[in-house]
C-alpha cells in the first residue's frame, strides 16, 4: 500500500508533466507528416540546433536530432521531472503534519523511503523510456532511421544520470529535513560562486583560473551525468552506468541513514 | 501480556538545551483507560512519540507491549499492535476517505472490519470526499476510526476529542470505554479533566519531565479530600504539618485544608484549633491536577 499511497501522491504532478509532453509529440509528430523538412534542425548545428527548415546533411541531420534529445533535451526533462516529483515524502510530511501518520504504521522509516525512491525512479526511468520511444518515431517520420534499441539504451543511460542528482537531492531534503531549504541553498550557492568567478575572472589570474576550472568541473560532470557516447559511439560504457547506479545507492543509503536516526 | 502495557524507567529526552523529560517512570496497567495529564508543553507529546519510536530517547528505557522501545524492529511490531491518534489528527491530503482507510487497512493483520464499518456510520464519514475538504471534526473522526479499527491491543491518544462536537465527543467516548470492555488498553492525552474523569481508571499527571502523581480515580476520590474547617471569629493561622497536608487557605473565618491522604486522621488532629464545624468535602480531578502542576 505504500506504492499506492506514493502513486496517488506523484500522479497528478507526473501526469502534469506527461500531458504537454505528449501533446508536443504529438503536434510536433503532426507537423513532421504534413512537411518533414520543418523540424529538421540546422545540420552542423551543435546539441538542440535551431528550428529551420530544409533538410542538410543526413548523417549530420540525424545525429543533430539525436544530439538535440540526449544532448540536452531529455536531460533537461528528466531533471525538471525529478524537481517536481521529488518533494514529498517523510520530508513533506513533517512539514503538513501527516508525518505522525506515517511513523505510527508497521512500517519502518527505511522501508517508507525505499518505496518512494524506488517508485520515483521507476517514474523517471519510464518518462525517459517512453518520450525516447515517441522521439524515435518522430525521427522515422522525417526520414531518419531510428535506432530503437540503442535509443532506449541511451535513455535509460540519461536516467541514470538523472537518478544521481535525484538521489543527492533526496540527501539533502533528508539533512535539512526541508526541500526548499536544499534547492535555494543550491541555487544561491551556484549564483553566488558564478557571481564571484566572474567578477575574480574579470581582474585577476587566479580568477581566470578560477572561472576556467569551474567550467571545465561542470562540463565534466554533465558529461558524465549524461553521457550520450553509446548512442554515438555504440559502446556501452559500463564504468559510466555502474558509478551511476553506485552513486545512487550510496546516496540513497545516506538519506535512509540520516531519516532513521532523526527526531519527527 | 505483562500486567503493564507500558513501562518506562527514568526515560530521557532533552532537545537543545530544553530537557523536556527528566527522568520518566511511567507505568500503564493492562486493560485500563489511562489519562495522561500536564500541562501545555510539560511533554505528554513526547512521550507518545518515544513509546512510537518517532522520537529516540536520550536515557533510560522503555517498554510497549513487553518489546523495547529504542529497537527500530521492535518499535514495528509494537506499531502493528498500536492505535495511535496525534494532537495534529494529520492525514494524507490528497487521499479521499476511502482511499485512506484502504490504505491503512493492509498494514494491520487484526484490523475489524464489524468496528469500520460502525463507525463510518457512527461518525458519517463522506467516502469519496477528500481529506483536505473535511472539516477538523471530521478528520479527528477519520482519525480516530483509522485507530479504532485496527484491532489493537493499545491505544494512545493525543486529545483524541480536540474539535468534536458534544454530540461526537460522546461518541468518542463511549468508543473508548467499550473498547477497554474488549480488553484494549487506553491511554489518552487530555486537557479535558472532565472527560478523563468520566471515562478513566488511572491517571497519570506529568509535570517538569517526571510523573507527579500515579494513581487510580478510585484512589484519588478516596484520598483526596478538602477539609473545610469554620471559625467563630478570625481564622487562626494553621501552621502544623502532617503527613497528607497538601495545601492550607485561609479565607476570613474558614481555612480549607487540601489532603492527599489520612483525611480523618488530619481532620482529627486539627480540632485542637477548635474550630465551630468542620466538614470532608470531595475535590475533583481539576483540583488534583491544579495543586500537583503548580509552578516551584
Redo the contacts between chains.
Sequence with gaps: MLWYKNWLETRGRLLAIWLPVFLGFALAIALAIRSAAWLVPAPGAPHGGALVAGPGDRAAELANWWAFWFGGTLPFLLAALGLILAPGGLVSESALGSVSFSLSLPASRRRQFSVRAALLLLELLATALWTTLLAAGLGELLGHPAPWSVALVQALLTALGVAVLLSLGFLLAALFNDWAKPLALGLGLFLGGSLLVNLMASFTEVGQRLGRFGIAALRATYEFLFNDSFFIAGHFPWRHALACVALTLILLELAIRVTERRDY | MPDAVIETIDLRKR?GRVEALRGLNLNVPAGSICGFLGRNGSGKSTTM?LL?????PDGGEGRVLGWPIDD??AS??I??R?G?V?E?K??????TVE?MI???R???PAWNRALEDRYRRLFELPAERKIKALSKGMRAKL?LL?ALARGAELLILDEPTDGLDPAANEEVLQALVAAAAEGVTVFVASHRLAEIEQIADCVRILHDGRIVLAATLDELKENYRRIQLVFAGAAPAVTVTLAGMVEVRHEGRAVSVLVSARAEAIADELQRFQPISTELLPVGLKEIFLENVKRP
Design positions: 532537545f512519540k512510537l519510536g518517532m522520537v529516540r527500530p524492529r514495528v511490531e506499531r502493528r498500536t495511535f496525534s495534529e494529520g492525514l494524507y491530503s490528497y487521499l482511499q484502504q490504505f491503512t493492509p498494514f494491520f482519525a483509522l
